[in-house]
């Protein structure tokens, strides 16, 4: 008899098992291996960061076909890292420095920087420590930061390159602006809430006198910045005004355009193809200097520009009386002004969506701005390509949709930030004659008149401009090493559908700019993690429970387990704590169908094939291969849920319920070949189920009685189909289950006691032989 306990505790064996697996190097990759390699890349999570359900079930996805690779003869890459997430981590920094009474501004952007250093040499890991609990095998000996000095090289050669190769611009134009964390955000980093509004209506009188045209506005406070009055050219209502001129109510004073201009409060009506005739009265205020869509019609008819804010959202000189409110105030003074002198015609409620800043929740502000800028079209065109070619696959395809119509609408990128954590632009200005030098190195003196008062461009780089490279730079880019050549491109990418054009895309243009190649096959799209009542998953709401809460009430096991079973492909997952007791009963029933076995050993070795001497011996072994079919291609096809299901009900319905039980008689005549075949079996389960439940699959495979067994389930052979032709035998068996689930159903039916018998008839003599030997079932 083998000695196991009674009780499967995950905590007596997680933290040995992982130690015993990164002390033997099995996580670990070999650029020299003969083997076919197989790589994938972390989505690096922030430095900020701690472990959530979405990294959870994430890092599960990727830990699986990982060990499933490794088990099917790959040198696997799987490489971690880090992102340093400039706006987030600084806006952490920044309020630890509130707490003293201090901002960036008071210590400095060299010792602001020291802290950031400091706050990531303490926190920064964090997460990559708690993955661990969750059993993910990433090469540990490779963890990549993304402000490592290698990786700080490959942004700014990155930088140079595409700016000499006229891809890099610095233009003005109207960027995404947050108040809160002084910062231009892309577009795609914006979030749209929905929210209760006004829609107010303003009047502005005629400059000759006769009358007013109304304009409807969600942002009142704005008007100050009004260059003109947009109408559609097809709206025959106000026609006759077009060429006219409205003055700008309360506006007494001029305003200073964007080019030193003097502006005039009486503003000019114009026409635009742009301007929806079915808004509000149908004409339209026109500030260019903060609206995306007025801007565009500012350039199309060269309108001045007038900035009525500072970066900070406070009203500057251009707003004249209203000149030092923020923007929220500055609202209800200028309704309220504008309401006694008798501007206002109505207010109605209004409901829209409004931009908000996806770190800080801050109202984005439309804001006139000098930034560094990447032309994205030339870029987007190889990364549509890509995909309608197939060369690479995007998993559920249904997402191919939303990827071609975000990149035909693509805008140019903007990616400098108004920030000091994070990767420095390197573009230098030489303060004698203005020369501008983009170079890899700071260079010493101008190229133009040799000064040395040189002056590099204070902003940052946008993370995401450093994350586009992340399949490149971690494996050496831009220099020629042996991991780039043989890891990249590769194999899969698995990420959520959120980040689609934050970072999937983008990463095909980088891959295929730099490297002239793709950086993976295959992306694979998981849905996002969300309560019974479909919300997301959040500390505010208190649905978003701990991971390592769960962990160490469930078992890293039970947890993956749980999530595999409830992860449909493409669509959004619904949590239920539920679910993770149905992980860790699995883990439990796997446990005590084990012991039930090893219980029955002598202590002699055996041979790990199998051992064929009964009916349900064949018919297991043909559902067996079948099982490995199944699951195999289900993995193949990143079926995750499939494969889970697959084994889910092959292990509990078919081996525990229905072969255990029968080979109980069996068992207790201490019969070897049944104790031989149902090992056999079971170690085929565990390496099926190692990709899924990695902890408790190892600490019993230690456990498993037969001869020349390899020293970990890591590193065994992935199971084949044997080709058992035993069809014949698995319909009888079939058949003698239909019998008995018809007869438990009659009995329960009945309310009939077990010891009553029931008198059934049987024309086929052979059946009934094979009834009599499984009626104890």
Known sequence: MSEIPTKYNPQDIEDKIYKFWTEKGYFRADPKSAKPKYSIMIPPPNITGVLTLGHVLNNTLQDIMVRFKRMQGHDVLWQPGIDHAGIATQNVVEKA???????????????????????????????????????????????????????????????????????????????????????????????????????????????????????????????????????NPEDERYKHLVGKKVRLPLVTWNRVGSGGEVVSPEIPIVVSRLVDAEFGTGAVKVTPAH???????????????????????????????????DRETARVKVIEELEKQGFIEKIEDYVHNVGTCYRCNTVIEPYLSPQWFVKMKPLAQKATEAVKKGEVQIIPNQFEKIYFNWLDNVKDWCISRQIWWG????????QNCGNVMVEENPPSSCSACGSSNIVQDEDVLDTWFSSWLWPLSTLGWPEDTEYLRRYYPTDLLITGWDILFFWVARMIMAGYYFMGEKPFHRVYLHGLIRDEKRRKLSKSLGNSPDPLDLISK???????????????EGQDVIYSEKKMEIGRNFAN?????????????????????????????????????????????????????????????????????WYLE????????????????????????????????????????????????????????????????????????????????????????????????????????????????????
């Open 97 to 231: 420095l509130a707490k003293e009474g201090k901002t960036r501004f008071d210590v400095g952007r060299e010792e602001f920087l020291k802290r950031v250093w400091e706050w990531k040499e303490k926190y920064g890991s964090t997460i990559l420590l708690q993955l661990r609990k969750l059993g993910v095998s990433c090469d540990w000996s490779r963890v990549k930061f993304t402000m490592d000095p290698d990786l700080s090289r490959a942004v700014i050669t990155a930088f140079v390159r595409l700016y000499k190769d006229g891809l890099i611009y610095r233009g003005t134009r109207i960027i995404n602006w947050c108040p809160r964390c002084g910062t231009a955000l892309a577009d795609d980093e914006v979030e749209y809430v929905e929210r209760k509004g006004k829609l107010y209506y303003i009047k502005y009188p005629l400059v000759d006198g006769d009358g007013h045209v109304v304009v409807a506005t969600t942002r009142p406070e704005t008007y100050l910045g009004d260059t003109a009055v947009a109408v």
């Open 291 to 325: 609206d995306p869509v007025d801007y565009e019609i500012g350039e199309e008819l060269n309108l001045p520009k007038v900035k009525i804010m500072n970066p900070d959202g406070i009203l500057n000189e251009n707003a004249g009386i209203f000149k030092g409110l």
């Open 423 to 430: 990767h420095r632009i390197p573009v230098f200005t030489c």
């Open 554 to 568: 469930y078992g890293a096991d039970g947890v993956r387990m749980g999530l595999m079973l409830i992860t449909p």
């Open 589 to 657: 029933k796997l446990w005590n169908a084990s012991r039930l076995l090893l219980m029955n050993l002598d202590g002699s070795k055996m041979k790990p094939e199998p051992a064929i001497d009964s009916l349900e011996d064949k018919w297991i072994l043909y559902l067996l291969d079948r099982t490995i079919s199944e699951t195999t291609k289900a993995l193949e096809d990143l079926d995750f849920n499939k494969a889970a299901w697959t084994l889910y009900d092959f292990f509990w319905s078919e081996f525990c319920d």
């Open 662 to 777: 029968s080979i109980k008689p069996r068992l207790a005549k201490k019969d070897k070949k049944a104790l031989q075949n149902a090992f056999y079996v079971l170690m085929n389960i565990l390496k099926l189920l190692h990709p899924f439940t990695p902890f408790i699959t190892e600490e019993l495979w230690q456990k498993m009685p037969f001869e020349g067994l390899e020293e970990s389930i890591m590193v065994s052979e992935w199971p084949k189909v044997s080709g058992f032709n035993f069809e014949k035998e698995y319909e009888e068996f079939e058949l003698i289950k239909e019998l008995i689930q018809g007869v438990r159903q009659i009995r329960a039916e009945a309310g009939l006691d077990e010891n009553i018998g029931i008198y059934a008839e049987f024309e086929d003599e052979d059946l009934l032989k094979s009834l009599k030997e499984h009626i104890h079932l």
